[in-house]
């Protein structure tokens, strides 16, 4: 199956580094979001996140927005949780000497998509860099890496050999736990899909720069397969489109300028299908599917602005057909 960018617009540009986004739909409803900065891609106090609403996809307004003070807030992510709509956020202490020891979860939350409430730390994160979520069986799931043991390092402990990732369960989207460790070295970003029969798939980045990997697990989540793919994945994203696996981030090569791609993910292995206009600062994309045959991508890029991890970057759209 082919697919098609039916056209790409920029959605918001306020001069400063806006980046890593999540897309949904809630109450008839899409909303967007992302993190924004006028200090730049790195560990800042000054960041905000953004959430942005519209009934069309073209036009969009603004219905949430927060920071934590002291705090780099970052890498939003949706879940709809029973008659909810979450946005979680990892948080950097800004500190000199940053420690992912120190990293906590906040949420914002919605009953409507109008008013919104927090943002509230989420107990049982403490030390864990949150990431993408999801939900199934009446639990709340998020990716949360952290050090193994919560070992005092002198490296900010993310992305090294001694990085573990942990699924994260919780009965009601504010309390989390680990229930099992899908990555024991050099855990990194992680997007979930659960299936109708339970089981869970994977796809993890990997913080040696190595090649991404494909896990899967079923209740209780104790013991995982793995297998790796033939290239890194920056930023992964991973959803259901036309009864397929469709696969998105940051395509690196040697060489070459990094791009937002989209691939199929097919017996373990990737079948690109598209790339995105973009380049520099780039990926971090979210999905809605509209249709079996019409979807809606979101991702960030600094292509027409810095082309580096400075301001400016921009939120961008892609209509998607396939076909």
């Known amino acids: 199956m082919r697919v098609h960018i039916e056209s790409v617009r920029c959605v918001f540009n306020n001069g400063e580094h806006n980046a890593f986004t999540d897309l949904c739909q809630f109450r008839g409803q899409l909303y967007l979001t992302f993190r924004s900065c006028p200090d730049g891609h790195m560990v800042f106090p000054t960041s905000r996140i953004r959430v942005m609403r519209s009934s069309d996809g073209v036009t969009w307004e603004q219905v949430c927005e927060f920071g934590v003070p002291e705090r ?187 791009r937002t791609a989209l691939w199929w993910l097919v017996n373990d292995q990737l079948e690109e299908i598209a790339e995105l206009p973009s380049g520099g600062d780039t990926s971090y994309p979210g999905f809605v599917a509209l249709s079996d045959s019409e979807g809606l991508l979101s991702f960030y890029s600094s292509h027409e602005g810095s082309g580096t991890g400075d301001p400016p970057s921009a939120i961008y759209l892609a209509n998607l057909k396939a076909m």
């Open 72 to 258: 780099d807030v970052r890498d939003p992510h949706f879940l709809v949780f029973g008659t909810r709509l979450f946005v979680y956020t990892g948080t950097w202490l800004c500190e000199e000497n940053r420690d992912i020891n120190h990293h906590l979860g906040y949420c914002m939350w919605s009953d409507d998509g109008e008013v919104w409430q927090g943002p509230r730390f989420l107990e049982g994160t403490y030390g864990h860099y949150i990431w993408r979520a999801a939900a199934f069986g009446g639990k709340a799931y998020l990716c949360g890496r952290r050090k193994r043991a919560f070992a005092r390092t002198a490296d900010h402990g993310d992305g090294t050999r001694i990085t573990e990732s942990a699924l994260m369960e919780s009965d009601d989207g504010f309390v989390f736990k680990p229930v099992g460790f899908f990555q024991h070295e050099y855990g990194d970003e992680t997007a979930f899909l659960f299936e109708p029969d339970s089981s869970l798939l994977a796809i993890a980045r990997d913080g040696a720069a190595k090649n991404a990997l494909v896990c899967r697990s079923r209740p209780p989540f104790a013991e995982w397969s793995r297998a790796k793919l033939e290239r890194q994945i920056g930023g992964p994203m991973l959803a259901k489109w036309a009864g397929r696996y469709l696969v998105g981030g940051r395509k690196s090569e040697p060489g070459k300028p990094a």
